[in-house]
């Protein structure tokens, strides 16, 4: 199983930035995904998740601000964020789960990316 996240990682506030996570060596139809990020000192936390009928569910902090969305020819998890602020700064995540779609709980998640680190600058 591989999750990898790519994106680019710094922008200033009020930036937008758009992360991809491509997924491979598992049925990605039968999962659902979600997006975590991961402060420093900080724990993780949900940000969106989206089954595989495409309804989502936002943390928060982050509704009207970020969009999650799939590709499910290409097994491709996307993460638009606009209006972009410091507090955002983070590691961000992929990750897949099978039953508890939905949760953004990351402890019901069991395959995650490396990670990539997004930067905010005010």
């Known amino acids: 199983v591989q999750l990898v996240e790519s994106g680019v990682g710094s922008v200033q506030a009020g930036g937008s930035l758009t992360l991809s996570c491509s997924a491979s060596?598992?049925?990605?139809?039968?999962?659902?995904m979600g997006w975590f990020r991961q402060g420093p000192g900080k724990e993780r936390e949900g940000v969106a998740t989206?089954?595989?009928?495409?309804?989502?569910t936002y943390a928060e902090s982050v509704k009207g601000r970020f969009t999650i969305s799939q590709d499910d020819a290409d097994n491709t998890l996307y993460l638009q964020m606009n209006s972009l602020q410091p507090e955002d700064s983070a590691t961000y995540y992929c990750?897949?789960?099978?039953?508890?779609?939905?949760?953004?709980?990351?402890?019901?998640?069991?395959?995650w990316g490396q990670g990539t680190q997004v930067t905010v600058s005010s």
């Open positions: 060596g598992f049925t990605y139809s039968s999962y659902c």
């Open positions: 989206i089954d595989s009928d495409g309804t989502t």
């Open positions: 990750a897949a789960t099978g039953f508890f779609c939905g949760s953004l709980d990351y402890r019901r998640y069991i395959y």
